[in-house]
């Protein structure tokens, strides 16, 4: 099983795109747990992640973030903005995919 964290500012506009890559992840047959948090929430929730990626609202975070998930191994990565824009689940399911295979 693939488990994706979404981080953005508060955890509410990214649940949206949560949706959406569930329904994608549905679609193709992937096993996947994906959940979006506050970016506040990152300790508690980096740890067991797979692949971390940002809202595009916090990218400016991203070297803080990437640093922390690396006591981890947790590679982390900013969700373009226009796949955030679209909500387009199945290329932001893509980039985690690609990412977590990476890692391996």
Request: hydrophobic share 50%; net charge positive; aromatic share 4%.
């Given at each position: 099983m693939l488990k994706i964290v979404l981080l953005c500012a508060a955890g509410m506009s990214t649940s949206m795109l949560v949706k959406k890559m569930q329904e994608a992840a549905k679609a193709k047959g992937l096993e996947a747990e994906i959940a979006?948090?506050?970016e506040s929430q990152l300790a508690k929730v980096g740890p067991t992640a797979d692949v971390i990626l940002l809202g595009p609202q916090i990218r400016f975070a991203?070297?803080?973030?990437?640093?922390?998930?690396?006591?981890f191994n947790v590679p982390v990565d900013v969700i373009p903005p226009a796949d955030y824009g679209m909500m387009n689940g199945v290329k932001v399911l893509a980039l985690a995919e690609k990412i977590a295979?990476?890692?391996k």
């Amino acid at each position: 099983m693939l488990k994706i964290v979404l981080l953005c500012a508060a955890g509410m506009s990214t649940s949206m795109l949560v949706k959406k890559m569930q329904e994608a992840a549905k679609a193709k047959g992937l096993e996947a747990e994906i959940a979006a948090y506050p970016e506040s929430q990152l300790a508690k929730v980096g740890p067991t992640a797979d692949v971390i990626l940002l809202g595009p609202q916090i990218r400016f975070a991203l070297k803080k973030i990437t640093a922390e998930a690396e006591k981890f191994n947790v590679p982390v990565d900013v969700i373009p903005p226009a796949d955030y824009g679209m909500m387009n689940g199945v290329k932001v399911l893509a980039l985690a995919e690609k990412i977590a295979a990476a890692k391996k």
